[in-house]
């Protein structure tokens, strides 16, 4: 598809000579860095690769002295116009993480879920940005824009994140990861089955990625490539959970914790049963968000200060969370069904003598009140193991239930990966499909052309005098005769895209087609819409 004449010359002028100055001053922003994958992926990361364009050489040739100047801007001018309308739009994810990125940063480059259509406004008025989707959670910040140029997409994005965070482009550059297409589609299906968080297969990062597609909808912006990539990485997450289960089992002290816990507590009494968490350190704070994470919905924390427990509270909504102080451990704990303690204490907190006073616990809870100590030294002497009514769990009881269900995690993510990989060639055949969508369009206009044409000087001939029914009829009958021609055509054309053999074929006839009406003359859909981006510049 090549640019007109006057447009390649004139219209993109504007475009061609700010790229030209910004140019020599990027390659240091595009410069890839690589997202480390969790060893239990078993991934092979693929590199992205960084080298100087035709435009780039065209630019450095301009610089390089000035009797070559007005060459070396047509060489760019040529090789641009014909870079933009000849290479696809391509999905690209500029992204930082936990896996990546210092929570100091990413927090002032947290963008809000209010603030997300603006934030998509403001990356579509870039000049080579199409699409684009945000997801900003607290363990990562990932951009999704369909680029109608990837290393000037990438250079225009990390200039806006820069701007609106504060945080030098150098230092960006340091820290974020950039995939294209297919790694870029690899990589969010990832996210949504729950293989890139930092407790494989959890379930929140699922419902954050339903909340963009959510938040996206009537967005300007928020267009079919990355909708479509959005919707499918929902489908991917859910297929994940489904067929592997990945989300059940421990991977951590924390959630062996939990999950011990549970599955010592009779079933019906997972909602109602009292719980009770000595310790708001880092252990303490996994232990909570277990239990929410398994629908606990009310605890009591016990801390020697209650910041940490309101920081706690702040970050996770929704749950009733009450503090006590450490001199009222043991009046909650008569109250309590089921004790977790992580605390750095070097002495026990519980002793028989404390214990064997307490209140016995309901039979609805199993008639047992659950102790599960993970503190290194223990928290809960062994002596209160003699107390009838009184059940113990330390850090060693958990060791084997940890790696029980690393291993069968290990297993399931592995199992996973062949799910997503499936899929990924699904939503690639469903994207290269949208490829004859202008072909279709532009046959159909040029088919309309051609009746308009032939209809009027049909009805010329006619005469003034043939009445609205007559000129209906013809009309009709136009019509009737160019949408059986192009019928057969258009069968051609159109895939569901997930037969690989047909998506091809499809390809194949689209082409012929192009070639055979001279469709490739029409003005491309990008050159259009690069001419777009050079008229809204200019205003």
């Known amino acids: 598809m090549a640019v007109s004449t006057s447009f390649a010359g004139a219209k993109l002028e504007a475009l061609l000579l700010k790229a030209s100055a910004s140019s020599s001053s990027s390659s240091s922003s595009s410069t890839a860095s690589y997202l480390p994958r969790p060893i239990w992926t078993r991934r092979v990361q693929r590199g992205v690769r960084c080298e100087v364009t035709a435009s780039d050489a065209a630019v450095q040739a301009a610089q390089s002295g000035s009797s070559s100047n007005v060459s070396a801007l047509e060489q760019l001018k040529t090789s641009a116009a014909d870079r933009y309308t000849k290479e696809r739009s391509s999905i690209v994810v500029i992204g930082l993480s936990i896996h990546t990125t210092p929570v100091e940063m990413r927090e002032k480059l947290a963008i809000p879920e209010a603030e997300w259509p603006r934030a998509i406004g403001e990356l579509c008025g870039l000049n080579h940005i199409e699409e684009a989707a945000v997801l900003s959670t607290c363990n990562r910040m990932e951009i999704y824009v369909v680029a109608l140029s990837q290393h000037r997409g990438v250079k225009e994005v990390t200039e806006w994140m820069s701007k609106t965070s504060g945080v030098p482009v150098s230092e960006l550059c340091e820290h974020r990861f950039l995939l294209y297409n297919g790694d870029a589609t690899q990589h969010l299906f990832e996210v949504s089955a729950g293989l890139d968080s930092l407790v494989l297969g959890e379930g929140q990062i699922l419902a954050q990625v339903k909340q963009v597609v959510k938040v996206g909808q009537g967005v300007v912006g928020f267009g079919r490539n990355i909708s ?23 991977v951590s002290v924390s959630s062996a914790a939990v999950e011990l816990a549970l599955m010592k507590l009779p079933e019906p ?271």
């Open 228 to 250: 479509g990539l959005f919707k499918h990485a929902i489908t991917v997450g859910k297929r994940v959970r489904t067929e592997t289960n990945i989300a059940a089992g421990a």
């Open 269 to 539: 009494s997972h909602a109602t049963a009292r719980m009770l968490v000595i310790g708001a350190g880092k252990m303490g704070k996994l232990v909570i968000k277990h239990l929410v994470s398994k629908g606990c919905t009310k605890m009591v924390v016990v801390n020697r200060s209650e910041e940490r427990v309101a920081a706690i509270r702040e970050e996770l909504k929704g749950v009733e969370i009450i503090y006590k102080p450490l001199t009222e451990m043991l009046t909650c704990a008569a109250e309590a069904d089921v004790i977790f303690t992580s605390t750095a204490s070097e002495t026990p907190l519980f002793f028989k003598e404390d214990v064997k006073d307490l209140p016995a616990v309901g039979s609805e809870t199993g008639g047992l009140r659950l102790f599960v100590d993970i503190s290194v030294p223990r928290n809960v002497g062994s002596c209160v193991t003699d107390v009838d009514g009184a059940k113990v769990y330390n850090v060693d009881d958990l060791k084997e239930v940890v790696a029980a269900n690393k291993e069968d995690r290990i297993r399931k993510a592995m199992e996973a990966q062949s799910i997503i990989t499936e899929e990924s060639k699904q939503f690639e055949a469903w994207r290269d499909s949208l490829e004859t969508v202008p072909t279709i369009k532009k046959l159909r206009a040029y088919a309309e052309r051609i009746r308009v044409a032939e209809l009027d000087k049909c009805l010329s001939k006619m005469g003034d005098d043939i009445s609205k029914k007559t000129r209906r009829a013809v009309d009709d009958l136009s019509r009737g005769i160019v949408n059986k021609l192009l019928h057969g055509p258009m069968q051609h054309l159109r895939c569901d895209g997930s037969d690989s053999r047909t998506l091809s074929e499809t390809l194949e006839n689209m082409h012929a087609l192009n070639r055979m009406f001279s469709l490739e003359t029409e003005i491309s859909v990008l050159e259009q819409k690069i001419r777009a981006k050079v008229e809204q510049a200019q205003k």
